[in-house]
């Protein structure tokens, strides 16, 4: 390091002795140059000691046997009555000569220890510094094993904003029992590689205080700090003795050219580095957490970020502060420099929610469920009402405080807690459940609403309809068709009609044969007509669903089923003979069934001489037998009729019926005492001329 001048110094008449006593030393080679310094002459000079032993303590090495010369020559020499010392300047420091006399026993006094006292408190003067000069050569010895760790703390200035370095470190307590020493630091710092000495180092200040500031901005990966310590007597011994080595830290340096701006809701950084940084670290911290940063906070963990980064998924709308921190090796060890730190807002833009979805449970007929995708801010608020908001209210953003001029009022908004499930892709999806449907309404409109900083954006209104519940459901049956009649439901368009099996669950799903029906036409024909073809003959179950139409879709309500038991169609034909006389003799039946039977029900051929038979009970019951294919009989005759077999043809079987003396009508019935059964078996009658027994009455 250069050698540096003091202006008292310069002024001293026997500096120039001094130094031609020095230079002919050098020229004799009992020392050389750089062991015995001209700053040794200048301490020699300011401290005013003239005492064999303390010069010899005071000179380095090899010039300490040359004290006693030195001493004989001061004697000679005319004494120093020049001004008091003055402060000269030191490059980036400055170094201050203790005063002479009193005043410099004053200012070493406040840097004094004792052994296993507490240091004293820091006086009331400013602290004595010293220059790189004032020190002797470091000689190299056995490296000083106890080292601390000096702390490191970023200085701010009034606005906030990154200042000064401070480094602290624990005061030296010098060893002795019962001595005073002067304790001299001189805090140094080597731009990447640790500095092996003091004196190949730059100097950062030198003196009795216990800290250091230092505003020279990184320019490397790393810097080093070391603090070295001088101890002694006085502070010309203390400047005249070896220094040790008493603290140290290594520094990774913060990025440089650092900016960070937000684009569209991307967050862009970008810096520079030293080629020997390995990666830089980057934290989004949330507004409210801006002074506890910590690994959660940790965003791009598997890239070097060296040249910087781009976050596309920082939430619209908030604000966060991000953190760099470049991390370099230490002898081995990952260590983070301080944080280049910037606050970003991230700029917002309303999205509307266009997927609303409402779905019921089964059986839960009361209430039913709200979910839709989040937008990327802002919070999502429903409304429910018997009319949609007006016409063209969704076009653009409109204040929050105008919902209420375009038909949201604050009592039409939903207030169920809300909650997130994933979809069947895995995205989150926002759920709203327990939404109850007004007891009055057939009809209601859900607006999603989009709410961020005092701004709303109405999203895709969603029309649903409640149909009423289909009671009073009844079938009635007729030879030739169906006639399904029911209250109609409220709010419902139609009523569709699903066709299954016996004891079908319509929760399973409902597929096959259908017919609909809209209200105009159950007024017009008082029912659904259903022909005999449409309606199994073995039966079936019938699920009746009300059917209403909302925003283009069809919206079913609650599904109300009956049972068919189905209908037996069975014909029969009647062929009177007569005698010549025209009176009746007897008659041949013929039956045909709808579908082929192994047997047949029992039938009873009923004769009434006043009118048609009405029922089975209605006359007298005639006697009939089956005929073989010959026509002669084949049993004993009986009241009651049952074919062995009954065909879609009717060629089958024949039975003949006794009609001698008869007189009137005869009439065929299915022969049960069970209502039920009666019901599952229609029977045709021919024509009624067939059925008459005496020709020319009514």
Not at 62 to 86: N, Q
Not at 326 to 342: K, N, Y
Not at 443 to 448: D, F, G, K, M, V
Not at 630 to 657: C, F, I, V, Y
């Amino acid at each position: 390091m250069p050698e540096q001048h003091h202006a008292q110094d310069a002024d001293d008449p026997r500096l120039q002795a001094l130094m031609a006593w020095r230079q002919r030393l050098v020229d004799s080679g009992h020392v050389s140059r750089t062991s015995f310094k001209e700053a040794h002459l200048r301490l020699v000079l300011r401290s005013g000691q003239t005492d064999v032993e303390q010069l010899r303590a005071m000179l380095p090495g090899a010039v300490a046997e040359h004290a006693e010369e030195l001493a004989s020559m001061l004697a000679t020499l005319p004494a120093d009555t020049g001004s008091p010392p003055a402060v000269a300047a030191s490059g980036r420091h400055q170094a201050v000569a203790p005063p002479p006399a009193a005043a410099a026993d004053e200012v070493e006094s406040t840097t004094m220890f004792r052994v296993g006292a507490a240091p004293a408190p820091p006086p009331r003067t400013a602290p004595v510094t010293f220059g790189a000069a004032d020190f002797a050569d470091f000689a190299y010895g056995d490296p000083v094993s106890d080292v601390h760790q000096a702390t490191p703390r970023r200085l701010r200035d009034a606005s906030g904003k990154p200042a000064a370095l401070e480094l602290t470190w624990p005061p030296y307590l010098p060893k002795g029992s019962g001595a005073e020493s002067v304790v001299i630091y001189r805090v140094v710092s080597g731009d990447d590689t640790a500095p092996y000495s003091p004196d190949r180092a730059d100097l950062v200040t030198a003196g009795t205080a216990t800290s250091a500031h230092d505003d020279r901005p990184f320019t490397t990966a790393l810097r080093h700090y070391q603090v070295w310590v001088n101890v002694g007597a006085t502070h010309t011994a203390a400047l005249a003795a070896q220094p040790f080595k008493h603290a140290e830290t290594a520094l990774v340096g913060p990025v440089r050219n650092f900016g960070i701006r937000e684009d569209g809701g991307q967050v862009i950084g970008q810096w520079s580095v030293s080629p020997a940084v390995q990666s830089v670290f980057v934290y989004r911290v949330p507004a409210a957490e801006r002074d506890r940063v910590g690994p959660q906070h940790r965003i791009h963990a598997d890239g070097d970020n060296r040249t910087g980064f781009v976050d596309a998924t920082a939430a619209r709308g908030e604000r966060y502060r991000y953190v760099v921190r470049a991390a370099a090796p230490v002898d081995g060890v990952l260590r983070l420099s301080e944080g280049a730190e910037a606050d970003v807002e991230i700029s917002a833009v309303l999205a509307p929610v266009t997927d609303l979805v409402l779905q019921q449970r089964p059986g839960e007929e009361s209430t039913f469920e709200l979910s839709w995708t989040p937008p990327p801010a802002g919070r999502v608020v429903v409304y429910r009402s018997q009319r949609g908001p007006n016409a063209g209210s969704e076009a653009a953003e409109l204040p929050e405080a105008a919902l209420e001029q375009i038909g949201l009022t604050p009592d039409l908004r939903l207030t169920q807690p809300v909650g997130t499930r994933p979809d069947d892709a895995g995205r989150p999806r926002t759920v709203m459940s327990g939404v109850s449907w007004p007891t009055a309404w057939s009809r209601a409109y859900l607006t999603p609403v989009t709410l961020l900083a005092g701004r709303a954006l109405l999203g895709k209104t969603l029309s649903s309809v409640r149909t009423g519940v289909i009671r009073d459901v009844d079938l009635a049956e007729y030879c030739n068709k169906q006639v399904l009649t029911f209250d109609w439901p409220a709010g419902a368009t139609a009523v569709e009609m699903h066709v299954a099996p016996k004891g079908y669950d319509p929760h399973n799903g409902l597929t096959g044969k259908t017919r609909e029906i809209t209200e105009e036409e159950y007024e017009k024909y008082g029912g659904l007509q259903l022909s005999a073809q449409e309606l199994p003959v073995a039966g079936c179950s019938l699920h009746l669903a009300p059917v209403a139409f909302s925003g283009g879709r069809r919206v079913a309500g609650a599904i109300r089923s009956v049972e068919y038991a189905g209908l037996l169609r069975l014909q029969y034909a009647m062929q009177i003979h007569r005698d010549p006389e025209g009176r009746p003799t007897h008659a041949h039946i013929a039956m045909r069934s709808q579908y082929d039977l192994p047997g047949s029900p029992a039938f009873v051929l009923v004769n009434n001489r006043d009118r048609i038979p009405l029922s089975a009970n209605d006359g007298e019951a005639v006697d009939a037998a089956p005929l073989t294919t010959d026509g002669r009989l084949a049993d004993q005759p009986s009241k009651e009729l049952r074919w062995s077999a009954l065909t879609t043809q009717g060629n089958g079987e024949l039975w003949a019926a006794n009609l001698r003396g008869r007189e009137g009508w005869i009439r065929l019935f299915v022969n049960s005492p069970s209502p039920e059964r009666l019901r599952t078996i229609a029977l045709l009658d021919p024509p009624v001329e067939t059925l008459q027994l005496t020709a020319g009455r009514p």
